[in-house]
Structure formats: C-alpha cells, structure tokens
C-alpha cells in the first residue's frame, strides 16, 4: 500500500508538479504531516497548512491553476459531510446570519482595502480590455454597468451590496443618478457615507430583504455570492418588486460551472461564511417567471488579471500596515488571492454580468461590448 507521501505525490505528478522541484509552481515540504493531513482533509487542510507554514511555493497562482486543470481538487475532497448536512438542513444565509460575512470580511480595517484595491475601492473584477492600470480597468467596469443599465441625469438606483460605495458614486458623478446603497457591513456603510455625503446617495446598513420601494434600475455588483441556494428566489422577488416597470437588473456575480449548495471549506472558515457560487441553471431558475434575460456577459479571465494586482499591492503595503496582523494572516491572504487567481485561470470560476429586464425591451435590449 502506497504511504500518503507517495500517494500525494503520484496526485501531483498528475498536474506536472514536483515536490523538491526548481519550477515556480513546484512546492516544498516544511512539515511531513502535510501528507496525511491533506489526504484526510482536502482543501479546508490544504489551506490550513500553507497558513501554518508547512508547504510554500513560489507560484501559488500557477500551483492552483494546474491542479484545478488536472482535477485533482476532485480527487482530494476530505471531509465535507458536515458541511453537506449543515447547508442542507440550514439556511446559511438567513436575516440572521446577514451580517456574518459583514462583521468576518468587510469589516477588516478599511486601511487594508484602500491599500490593496484602486483608488475608488472597487472590490470586485475589473474590466481590463482596453485597460492599462487597476484603476483604468475599474473605471472601464464601472462604465460598462452605467452603459448597460442606460443610465441618464435624474434616474434612481438601487445598489445592493454597495460595498464602499464605489459605483453608486461613479454613477452619480458621471450620470447624475441619484441612488440607495445597501451593505451589511459597517465599515464600508461608514466609510461609504462620508465619501458620499456631497452627493444625492443614501447608504444603509441593511439586508437587502428589508427593501420595499421602487427604483429605474436595480444594480448588485459581487453580492450575489453571499446570497445562498435558498435565497436566490427571494433575492429575485426583492430586485422585482423594487424595479419600476421598464427597468433593468443588473447582476455581476462570480459563477461557478456546477451547482452546488455550499461553498469550499477553508473559503467559508476563513475568508468569506456561509458564501457558495452561484451557477447557470440556479440564476435562471430563480429568476424564472420574474424576468426576461436580455444579455450574458462572462469576462472571468480578467479576474484573474485583477486578483493578480490585488495581490502586488496588499505584498507592497505589508510593511506599512503588517503592525495590525501576523505572518500567517499575511499567508492567509495571500493564498486567498492567489488560490482565487489560478481558478479564474483554470476556468473553475466564472465572472458573469447578467442583464434581466422585468417584460424583456420593447424592440430588443442594445447589447454593450466596449
């Protein structure tokens, strides 16, 4: 019988990856419990060992990319009964639980975020086609939305899941929209409020099932992957009921190729709870007999090209910001960010734009590709 050691390394010679080996995606064994444990615990284990140091590489970005192309995150699942029931039998994503992913994730110190993301604090994909720069490719995204909602001067919008408010003020500034923000961070509601304060917006600290007013168009922009498989309907009768007769949704959301009813393990314990990626037929079944699809827009490698640039700039501000946390949050992260850079690469996730109106455009819906 083959030892854990060799089973894990016949796994990885699958995907072209050498243990010892001189390539940057090859990686090297600090603590030889990785191999049992890994075995035993897939990737909530896999995670967790990198973050304490018992495995590095130099390239997780491309480490990640060849084994999700191998599939070898197939053949090494763990443990996942638990988590399997606990998503089955609870709502994870209850009023309740709301404010979970709020308190763990976005209320991190603000300084983090400022240093990491571009200069509007978009936490979300960017659209680099005709992009140089983290900003440019941000400002292209946040103009692609604003085009494909047809915004004008004096229209009202909804944005749920606002974040720091970065859309809802680029809206307002190059559109003249007014708009409400909702996010179940405090935060991002605090410091959304003050960037916001000279303009005609209102930000809430609020679930977005509380809402009951009418908007010409409804926005949410790297939201939907907090909101559940048992949401995804409620989610969908909330935007409905908020949309003025001829008005859009707009739905930006990372996707998954499967459907699945919960999300990876160490993703859920460490960075974002009780998240899970929504696929196609769950996003078109939730919204059937609600709306009308009027375009689909998948632009996922470039979340690769912004994760990347993520990444460079939380390694370029450690120094000035690592007195708030410790070697292995800064492990933490950065696997985080790469991990999520090589399954964007490996087309494992999806970024999607998706376009639903509420009786579909009289004369058909003017599809934008910058």
Same mark, same amino acid.
């Not at 409020?193 to 949410?220: G, M, Q, W």
């Given at each position: 019988?083959?030892?854990?050691?060799?089973?894990?390394?016949?796994?990885?010679?699958?995907?072209?990856?050498?243990?010892?080996?001189?390539?940057? =995606?090859?990686?090297?064994?600090?603590?030889?419990? =990785?191999?049992?444990?890994?075995?035993?615990?897939?990737?909530?284990?896999?995670?967790?060992?990198?973050?304490?140091?018992?495995?590095?590489?130099?390239?997780?970005?491309? =480490?990640?990319?060849?084994?999700?192309?191998?599939?070898?995150?197939?053949?090494?699942?763990?443990?996942?009964?638990?988590?399997?029931?606990?998503?089955?039998?609870?709502?994870?994503?209850?009023?309740?639980?709301?404010?979970?992913?709020?308190?763990?994730?976005?209320?991190?110190?603000?300084?983090?975020?400022?240093?990491?993301?571009?200069?509007?604090? !978009?936490? @979300?994909?960017?659209?680099?086609?005709?992009?140089?720069?983290?900003?440019?490719?941000?400002?292209? #995204?946040?103009?692609?939305?604003?085009?494909?909602?047809?915004?004008?001067?004096?229209?009202?919008?909804?944005?749920?899941?606002?974040?720091?408010?970065? =859309?809802?003020?680029?809206?307002?500034?190059?559109?003249?929209?007014? +708009?409400?923000?909702? !996010?179940? @961070?405090? /935060?991002?509601?605090?410091?959304?409020?003050?960037?916001?304060? +000279?303009?005609?917006? /209102?930000?809430?600290?609020?679930?977005?099932?509380?809402?009951?007013?009418?908007?010409?168009?409804?926005?949410?922009?790297?939201?939907?992957?907090?909101?559940?498989?048992?949401?995804?309907? /409620?989610?969908?009768?909330?935007?409905?009921?908020?949309? #003025?007769?001829?008005?859009?949704?707009?739905?930006?959301?990372?996707?998954?190729? !499967?459907?699945?009813?919960?999300?990876?393990?160490?993703?859920?314990?460490?960075?974002?709870?009780?998240?899970?990626?929504?696929?196609?037929?769950?996003?078109?079944? @939730? @919204?059937?007999?609600?709306?009308?699809?009027?375009?689909?827009?998948?632009?996922?490698?470039?979340?690769?090209?912004?994760?990347?640039?993520?990444?460079?700039?939380?390694?370029?501000?450690?120094?000035?910001?690592?007195?708030?946390?410790?070697?292995?949050?800064?492990?933490?992260?950065?696997?985080?960010?790469? +991990?999520?850079?090589?399954?964007?690469?490996?087309?494992?996730?999806?970024?999607?734009?998706?376009?639903?109106?509420?009786?579909?455009?009289?004369?058909?819906?003017?599809?934008?590709?910058?």
């Amino acid at each position: 019988m083959a030892t854990a050691e060799q089973t894990v390394k016949q796994l990885l010679a699958l995907a072209d990856i050498q243990i010892g080996g001189n390539r940057p =995606f090859d990686i090297k064994i600090n603590d030889p419990k =990785f191999y049992s444990h890994v075995l035993a615990g897939g990737s909530l284990a896999l995670g967790e060992s990198y973050m304490d140091g018992w495995w590095d590489c130099r390239a997780l970005d491309e =480490f990640f990319h060849k084994i999700i192309r191998a599939k070898l995150d197939k053949k090494v699942k763990g443990r996942m009964t638990l988590q399997v029931l606990k998503a089955k039998i609870l709502n994870l994503q209850s009023k309740a639980k709301a404010y979970e992913v709020g308190e763990h994730h976005y209320d991190l110190d603000n300084d983090l975020y400022r240093r990491m993301l571009d200069k509007r604090m !978009t936490y @979300s994909c960017g659209y680099w086609k005709n992009a140089k720069t983290l900003d440019d490719a941000q400002e292209a #995204k946040l103009d692609l939305i604003c085009r494909k909602l047809g915004l004008k001067p004096g229209m009202k919008v909804l944005d749920i899941g606002c974040g720091w408010g970065s =859309f809802i003020r680029y809206a307002a500034e190059k559109y003249g929209v007014t +708009s409400v923000g909702v !996010t179940v @961070s405090k /935060e991002q509601a605090a410091l959304a409020k003050d960037t916001c304060k +000279s303009l005609p917006i /209102e930000i809430r600290l609020a679930d977005y099932r509380t809402l009951n007013e009418t908007f010409d168009h409804v926005v949410s922009v790297g939201m939907f992957e907090h909101v559940g498989y048992k949401n995804y309907r /409620e989610f969908m009768k909330v935007a409905h009921r908020c949309l #003025k007769p001829h008005g859009l949704l707009l739905l930006h959301t990372i996707g998954g190729n !499967t459907s699945k009813h919960f999300g990876d393990p160490w993703v859920d314990r460490y960075i974002f709870p009780n998240g899970m990626l929504p696929s196609v037929r769950q996003i078109a079944d @939730s @919204s059937e007999g609600l709306f009308v699809l009027e375009d689909w827009h998948n632009f996922s490698v470039d979340y690769d090209t912004t994760l990347l640039q993520w990444h460079k700039n939380f390694v370029n501000a450690w120094g000035e910001i690592k007195h708030a946390y410790n070697k292995r949050f800064y492990r933490m992260w950065t696997y985080y960010l790469l +991990s999520f850079a090589g399954s964007f690469r490996a087309r494992k996730n999806q970024l999607w734009q998706v376009v639903l109106s509420k009786d579909g455009v009289e004369g058909g819906y003017d599809r934008i590709r910058p």
